[in-house]
């Protein structure tokens, strides 16, 4: 309210308001934080600095400042990979790491007390909660369109999705193209050509932790039934 009445006054003042906030939460909650900023953008009267990713040599400093050593090169890049640099996330993915003990101190420093691989394959819980809760909030019928397209890949198109739960091409792009265009679960890529000249959506998950958390909830026989529709 503040920020709505400060930036809609008529008097000149020589004041510049700026206010932070995870797109992540207000999305989730569906805050009225996410309206107000695009009716102000849209009329000028604000301007939106989206933050960049975190750089692996970020990732790199930030876990010295938390282990008062070097890092390991093998967790770094690991949770670079599995967070794509999101801060959020690189903070909930090594506070798991942490409290699941899979690093030990030795006396030159740290080093992973799992395997890689099996590190790797961890979703905190906490991290889980928030991507479920993205995730639940699209309509039940996108939620089996989504199940599908995480077993696409990271990105996928609307005929495949279509293709393999043997549903009508246009009702299932309609469908990915009202959630791409909310941006917290997929976004759009532009349209696929196929050989015959017909035209799909292509779609990417947010991060590859949307693509991740949707799979696991697909129980195996199902899954084995999806992998082999997208096959086939």
Known sequence: DVFSTLAQRQ?????????????????????????LKRDLVGRGLCAEI??????????????????????????????????????????SFFSNLVAKECLREEEDGWALARP????????????????ERQVDRADAAARPLLECASVVGRDFDSRSVAGALDLDLA??????????????????????????GSLSGRYEFGHVLHQHALYDRIGLMRRADLHRRVAE
């Open 171 to 196: 009702t299932v792009e309609s469908t990915l193209e009202e959630l791409g265009q909310r941006r917290d679960v997929i976004r759009p890529l532009g349209v696929l050509r196929a050989d015959d």
């Open 116 to 131: 890689v691989d099996e590190i790797e394959a961890l979703l905190p819980d906490e991290l889980r909660g928030i991507l």
């Open 11 to 35: 008097e000149a003042a020589a004041l510049l308001v700026v206010g932070t906030y995870r797109s992540v939460d207000a999305a989730i909650a569906d805050h009225p934080v996410r309206a």
């Open 50 to 91: 989206a933050m960049d990713l975190l750089s692996e040599t970020d990732v790199a400093s930030f876990l010295e400042q938390q282990l008062g050593h070097e890092p390991p090169q093998e967790l770094t890049g690991l949770i670079h990979r599995r967070t794509e640099g999101n801060p959020l996330f690189i903070v």
